[in-house]
């Protein structure tokens, strides 16, 4: 953050983003910004990502980007950043320690024609150079630390779900809904279980919440994401998901499918995440998908023992 500010400050009237590359994919997500006013242009900014095989995109010293959004804001932000590096407003720095990609820093000026001259192109570039290392440490302590974050979250998820056998409609499925939610920063979350030909929202959490408690699986959005099985990240929900099938307040969404072996019994999705869901969020709740889908199966096999139980006193009683 420090950094940024420093980077905006070095042209008039100036806005910085800093990109760091995510190890899994080779991409970049931004993880700090200076200079930006709005909360719509910072949603924005959080949604965007650089992909290092694009072309829409070329920093100073020649690499070329690509982007992706995940959110409509930052859609809309992708296609004007383009026409301001070719204008010469914005520029994308590429940041390097030895042979190794850091980062872009992405500085650009709300000043009116402002363009960048050789000697701030310089000063920016030498505090790249000089501050590389930092930032990569930097980058490693956090990714770092998200890791173990992420696993603390799902190692105490585990523990709680496999020890709450309350069955079906007890507390292991609040707990699945609450902690889904928690786990990616999503503002609701809801848990979908086939039941017959439909897919029955039994439990939810935040919001927004489902509009139907019942969807088809042959003529629904989620019966289809259901059939197929695999985890789908909505950037747009108000144009990706049919009006009836959804909420007014819902923006981004992330379906996760619940898998047991080939068995499918449903689905967990959460929503509206700021900025956006990426690959590491769906990295994450696919992990703790598996979570849920244990304890689901822990909760019927308590449920299906207690019935044996009743059942075998009432032949004794007999």
């Known amino acids: ?14 806005c910085c983003t800093i990109f760091l590359v995510n190890p899994e994919t080779g991409g970049l997500a931004p993880c700090a910004g200076f200079g930006y006013g709005s909360k719509e242009c910072q949603s924005a900014l959080q949604g965007l990502r650089l992909c290092p095989s ?24 992708a296609d004007i950043l383009p026409e301001a590096v070719r204008s010469g407003s914005a520029s994308l720095f590429h940041i ?6 850091v980062g872009v820093a992405l500085v650009s000026s709300e000043k009116p024609g402002f363009t960048f001259d050789d000697a ?13 290392v930092a930032i990569e440490s930097a ?11 992420e696993s603390e979250s799902l190692r105490r998820v585990a523990n709680v779900l496999l020890q709450s056998p309350e069955g079906k409609n007890g507390s292991v499925l609040s707990l699945i809904s609450d902690e889904a939610r928690t786990i990616v920063n999503g503002m609701g979350s809801v848990l979908m279980l086939l039941e017959g030909d439909s897919l029955h929202c039994v439990c939810g959490s935040g919001a927004p919440r489902c509009p139907l408690e ?5 003529s629904t959005y989620y019966g289809s994401a259901f059939q197929a099985g695999e985890t789908i990240i909505v950037r747009d929900a108000q144009s990706e998901i049919p009006e009836a099938e959804r909420s007014d307040e819902l923006r981004t969404l992330i379906v996760v499918p619940l898998l047991e ?4 019994l449903g689905l967990l999705m959460v929503s509206n995440k700021s900025g956006g869901f990426d690959h590491a969020d769906k990295r994450i709740m696919e992990m703790f998908a598996a979570q849920a889908v244990l304890a689901l199966r822990n909760s019927r096999m308590f449920e299906q023992s207690e019935k044996l139980v009743v059942q075998g006193e009432r032949q004794r009683l007999a």
């Open 120 to 132: 701030t192109t310089e000063l920016i570039g030498g505090i790249l150079n000089t501050v590389a």
């Open 139 to 149: 980058a490693t302590a956090r990714q770092t630390k998200r890791q173990l974050l």
């Open 96 to 101: 390097t320690n030895s042979d190794r990609m």
């Open 261 to 264: 072996g080939d068995k499918k």
């Open 54 to 77: 694009g072309s829409t995109l070329s920093s100073v010293d020649g690499k070329s980007y690509g982007f992706c959004s995940s959110n409509k804001a930052s859609s809309t932000f």
């Open 1 to 14: 953050s420090r950094l940024a500010e420093v980077l905006a400050g070095t042209v008039g009237e100036g």
């Open 214 to 218: 019942f969807y088809p699986v042959d």
